[in-house]
């Protein structure tokens, strides 16, 4: 029951059909138990590859399909309506660590692998955050020391997203000791000694999406797989995060709309006081009001996506877009729950999931308080 708002080309609607097919039949009847054992399917992730979900943001040269990012959103929309944990490992591959190393590699690295990662033979990872250092990446203590033509790396990463199951990371360490401007992007990859990985998280949500610490033991690093110049990582990174921030934006989307479909499906067939309890006027002006918002955080989400892809700075569109969508989400599934009454409250029924999961698109990619920080320095032009 999407409220689009926008005529769709012929390549979306192709787009959009494929990967609806893909998660309702190849994603929808496994969700439950993935959910259940916490299991990360990669033969699921490795079929997004297959059919070019991966690389969709990814130039033709590069062995991407060169598309727009509302194409990418609209294909990643579906995937997190039935799957929002796929929709994340998605997300985050086709985001930051393709988007840097597209803007800031060396041919070099492209070759080695982007062409990979566009093909969906590569997994990617971003590593930035770490157990003291999340919503303030400049505080992070990760070094790298630069010794000849390598870097040695020591320290950790937290909530690395794919962190146990990736080919490659493009992972943030201090490079020296100014700041935010003393932090560099490294390209790496799991096989090397020195790497490993640490504490898997037993999550709310998201339960079949791997997220984990990794560690550097003393990794060594060619100078070659450093991002663009040294000390600039961090930049680089808070330039690629619109396309992270739109991407958990769609995630939200898609958990919004599973649940508002949910709770009007059920409010059809459920009887209370001899009637179907959609005819209770409460119920119908709760989910009006909640489908007004959800096609609102959608129409912000495409025009941000829109101002990204005409090349404007849409910093602030995104930030607003990952706000209020994800509130929608969280709203959309908080309400689910209390539609379906006590069985919204087990897991007979998708909505407890969903609801699970919802709440960390207020967290990652940068907290809502983090998106309102954005957006207020961008009215007050600090």
């Avoid at 070019?52 to 959103?73: A, I, K, N, R």
């Avoid at 950790?156 to 003393?182: C, E, F, Q």
Wanted: proline share 3%; glycine share 8%; with cysteine.
């Amino acid at each position: 029951m999407v409220t689009q708002l926008r005529r769709l080309n012929d390549i979306q609607q192709e787009v959009v059909r494929t990967a609806r097919d893909f998660a309702e039949q190849e994603l929808a009847p496994h969700v439950a138990e993935w959910d259940r054992r916490g299991h990360f399917p990669r033969a699921a992730v490795d079929a997004l590859g297959e059919l070019g979900f991966l690389g969709m943001l990814m130039p033709e040269e590069w062995g991407g399909s060169g598309l727009d990012t509302v194409t990418y959103l609209l294909a990643l929309e579906e995937i997190a309506k039935v799957d929002p944990s796929l929709a994340v490992s998605m997300s985050v591959h086709n985001s930051l660590p393709s988007q840097m190393l597209l803007t800031y590699g060396t041919d070099e690295l492209k070759e080695r692998y982007l062409r990979s990662m566009t093909a969906g033979k590569m997994l990617a990872a971003f590593a930035l955050s770490e157990a003291d250092a999340g919503s303030d990446p400049a505080a992070m203590m990760c070094r790298a020391q630069l010794d000849g033509d390598r870097y040695v790396l020591n320290g950790a990463k937290a909530w690395v997203t794919n962190g146990g199951t990736a080919d490659v990371i493009v992972a943030m360490a201090r490079t020296s000791d100014d700041g935010a401007r003393g932090i560099s992007a490294f390209v790496i990859e799991p096989t090397w000694d020195g790497f490993s990985v640490g504490k898997e998280e037993k999550k709310m949500g998201l339960k079949s999406s791997n997220t984990t610490e990794i560690v550097f033991d003393d990794l060594e690093v060619p100078v070659a797989n450093r991002l663009g110049e040294e000390g600039h990582g961090l930049k680089y990174a808070l330039a690629s995060l619109e396309h992270g921030r739109l991407g958990i934006a769609a995630q939200a989307l898609g958990i919004a709309e599973a649940c508002l479909t949910l709770s009007i499906d059920y409010a059809r067939e459920r009887h209370a006081f001899g009637q179907p309890i959609a005819e209770f006027q409460g119920l119908r002006f709760q989910l009006a009001t909640l489908a007004a918002e959800v096609a609102a955080a959608r129409a912000l989400t495409y025009a941000a996506a829109d101002k990204q892809d005409l090349g404007g700075s849409a910093r602030k569109e995104v930030s607003m877009a990952k706000l209020l969508a994800s509130q929608a989400a969280m709203k959309a599934a908080v309400n689910a729950v209390q539609v379906h009454g006590g069985y919204g409250y087990t897991r007979d029924y998708p909505v407890e999931r969903y609801f699970r999961d919802a709440k960390v698109t207020q967290i990652y990619e940068g907290t809502s308080e983090i998106q309102q920080l954005v957006i207020a320095s961008e009215l007050f032009g600090d």
